[in-house]
């Protein structure tokens, strides 16, 4: 029962997602890489510690790592001013979509959002759970979100989507208990591809943020601490569009992105920048 509500609600969304018409004529696969650094000054590091020791949950807060007690807006390599946490995409040509390499056509994968403390691990997060097949139907693509709790104190998690995609959810997470998306939820409250990240917030703890995308493929990198990324399998021998998005400025190659075509057996090398505000 609860796959035939997920496959209604896929076809009941594919107006607002853009439903593609044509597979994207290609001739075989390559792959996209690259490294993302910082053009100008390292955004300073901000502490949370102030707010975490006036709250309730203090002990189990402050008990967390040091990446867990401060703002990971930006994490910025000082020596190479390298920046994590970009998110690194292709998208095909308005009206069509994109060809699946064999690798996923069955995915089995779980993204794990946890909630050891008072942060979420990780922060960005990325994941397709449906993909168009070789017909050019909107399937289900086999991975899942689980999102943890796995601290001794309440936490809840508010999801907040695209409205004309989702309506999102917002569930309550005792101590050592998860979610997950694909099983738990059912109906709008499905997390649906949609152009922006999903945001992530905990009510109990307020500065507690995370960003999750949801794309309809799985040619998609976040960028390493090292700043590097990789998107393999790509679609290759076609014009398609490179985007790039940070969540401490938003677009970073514009919201048009950038025109490349790989080729085939071939990596294209793909370096750039990003300006902190």
């Not at 006036?54 to 390599?77: P, Q, R, S």
């Not at 995409?89 to 069509?96: A, D, E, H, Q, S």
Request: hydrophobic share 40%.
């Amino acid at each position: 029962m609860q796959r035939f509500l997920f496959s209604a609600l896929v076809f009941t969304l594919l107006p607002t997602l853009g439903h593609a018409q044509d597979k994207l004529k290609t001739d075989g696969f390559g792959s996209v890489s690259g490294t993302v650094t910082l053009k100008g000054k390292v955004p300073d590091v901000v502490s949370l510690v102030d707010k975490m020791k006036i709250h309730a949950d203090k002990e189990c807060c402050l008990a967390g790592k040091a990446n867990e007690k401060v703002d990971t807006t930006w994490i910025v390599d000082s020596k190479t001013k390298a920046v994590a946490n970009v998110v690194v995409w292709v998208k095909p040509p308005t009206g069509t979509y994109f060809p699946l390499h064999e690798k996923y056509k069955n995915r089995k994968e779980t993204v794990v959002i946890d909630q050891p403390h008072c942060a979420f691990l990780p922060r960005i997060a990325a994941f397709n759970p449906v993909q168009y097949d070789d017909n050019g139907k909107l399937v289900e693509s086999g991975m899942d979100v689980l999102i943890k709790n796995s601290a001794v104190v309440p936490h809840n998690v508010r999801a907040i989507g695209h409205p004309k995609s989702t309506d999102g959810f917002n569930r309550n997470l005792p101590p050592k208990t998860e979610l997950s998306v694909m099983k738990d939820l059912k109906d709008r409250q499905r997390l649906m591809p949609q152009n922006l990240p999903v945001s992530l917030q905990c009510d109990v703890h307020s500065w507690m943020a995370g960003k999750l995308f949801v794309f309809d493929h799985p040619y998609y990198a976040i960028t390493k601490e090292d700043g590097s990324f990789e998107i393999p399998n790509v679609p290759a021998g076609a014009q398609i569009t490179l985007m790039a998005w940070h969540e401490g400025v938003g677009w970073v190659l514009s919201n048009k992105g950038e025109t490349i075509t790989v080729e085939k057996g071939k990596t294209l090398k793909r370096d750039f920048t990003v300006t902190a505000p």
